[in-house]
């Protein structure tokens, strides 16, 4: 069994539909379950979709319309009069959301955007599942929703992972008992749903961390990831010149990069593959024939610098109102707000007095203060940067400091991460 996700990117068009049939052809030779996530940038326009009904805006039908359109541009391109079955499939789920749309949100926003967000998942991989049916490469299409398992926990599902093996097995299994050929599975990636069949979703960008549950699950001999980049790279090409591709990296690396924020790779990805020892391959869907990247066990020698940059974040300052220490109790209770909140602290430092924090920058970021300013004194910097190097240099800094200012600091002997205003 073989894993292969694609992102939205490789599938944004009817053209890069059908790269993705030419690269299921191209290494089609054993059992592969496709993990697909939604089409373009249709998360970001499902997120506004999902602002617009919990404030009661009848906005909400105009973007349901923009995304339909996009939806159906695509489909013209693809399927043709004698699809109609696979055509009226589709459009059953726009169907379903118009229709829940017309509800009553819930006072839970984060409940109402797993109910809509993972439209996205669910229509983009319907598409691409018929099809690959047209083009003679038969396969099942089966429901996230319905094999990983999670907590209600809306937005950031916690798999139960015992629950999740057991299903995944035994579905699959149920397909290949009977026959010696090899079999095409497609589904979703970023969802999952709980066992009362609510769905959830698994976090942003979640469609990896998908692809790594269901080769944990089958015990797949590989996870390849499809991206725009030819590889595994030193830095974002977006924010940074001069990138160098890393050929292999090993596990623990790999991880470190994803804690600090590297966006090649989710966070959860590594993890369950490390357990299982399954190589992940990051590899470009416009060379698919190139190699690309490989994280996999082995001893890392030669160590090149990368570099993580997360724009949009906030440093705090926090201090008792009495002038105690920062001690363990006051620790405790800071950490238990921020997870509140549901902020991950991306920096954190503290004195005797103080203790600082850098997060990402969310729209809840007032609730958090206030609730901090209950027991605290909070000071805060907004619109600042986190700068991570992995094996920096005396070298690392120099071009990242142009007309920067560094307002803290922190280092040990393999990452450096500076603060920039």
């Known amino acids: 069994m073989k894993i292969f996700k694609f992102g939205g990117a490789s599938s944004q068009n009817a053209n890069g539909i059908r790269n993705i ?88 926003y984060n409940f109402e955007y797993d109910q809509i967000v993972p439209f996205g998942e669910i229509i983009a991989s319907k598409i691409i599942a018929h099809y690959l049916n047209k083009e003679k490469l038969t396969n099942h299409w089966l429901d996230a929703r319905k094999l990983i398992i999670t907590d209600n926990s809306y937005r950031e599902g916690e798999v139960n992972w015992k629950k999740t093996e057991k299903k995944i097995q035994k579905t699959i299994q149920r397909f290949l008992e009977n026959t010696n050929n090899k079999q095409l599975f497609v589904t979703q990636g970023f969802i999952g749903g709980t066992t009362e069949n609510i769905t ?54 790999a991880i470190e990069l994803a804690y600090y924020g590297a966006s090649v790779i989710h966070p959860k990805t590594i993890k369950p593959l490390q357990n299982k020892n399954i190589p992940l391959y990051v590899k470009s869907f416009i060379h698919y024939k190139d190699k690309g990247s490989i994280i996999h066990d082995f001893t890392q ?3 090149i610098p990368c570099y993580i940059k997360k724009t949009n974040q906030m440093l705090l300052s926090i201090s008792p109102k009495d002038f105690s220490f920062i001690a363990e109790e006051n620790l405790s209770t800071i950490f238990a707000i921020f997870a509140f909140f549901g902020f991950k602290i991306n920096l954190m430092q503290n004195s005797a007095l103080s203790f600082s924090v850098c997060v990402d920058e969310r729209s809840n970021w ?56």
Do not use: C
């Open 200 to 253: 959830t979703t698994l976090g942003r960008e979640g469609s990896d961390f998908s692809a790594a549950i269901f080769a944990y699950s089958t015990n797949a001999e590989g996870v390849t990831i499809w991206k725009d980049v030819d590889g595994l790279l030193n830095a974002d090409p977006k924010q940074f010149s001069d990138t160098v591709q890393l050929d292999k990296i090993p596990y623990y690396e």
């Open 21 to 108: 049939v030419n690269i299921i052809r191209e290494f089609y030779d054993k059992n592969i379950i496709i993990v697909i996530s939604a089409i373009g940038k249709t998360t970001n326009e499902l997120e506004r979709l999902v602002a617009a009904f919990f404030a009661n805006s009848e906005e909400k039908y105009t973007l349901l319309d923009e995304i339909v359109s996009k939806h159906n541009a695509i489909m013209a391109e693809l399927f043709d009069n004698t699809d109609s079955a696979a055509i009226a499939d589709i459009q059953s789920q726009f169907h379903l959301l118009k229709n829940y749309l017309g509800k009553e949100p819930s006072e839970n």
């Open 366 to 421: 007032q609730e958090l203060i206030e609730e901090l300013q209950t027991e605290f004194y909070v000071k805060y910097n907004k619109n600042i940067e986190l700068l991570t190097i992995r094996h920096y240099n005396k070298n690392s800094l120099t071009k990242e400091l142009k007309d920067k200012k560094i307002i803290l600091e922190q280092r040990n002997r393999t990452t450096l991460q500076v603060i920039l205003k």
């Open 301 to 303: 020698k030669k160590k």
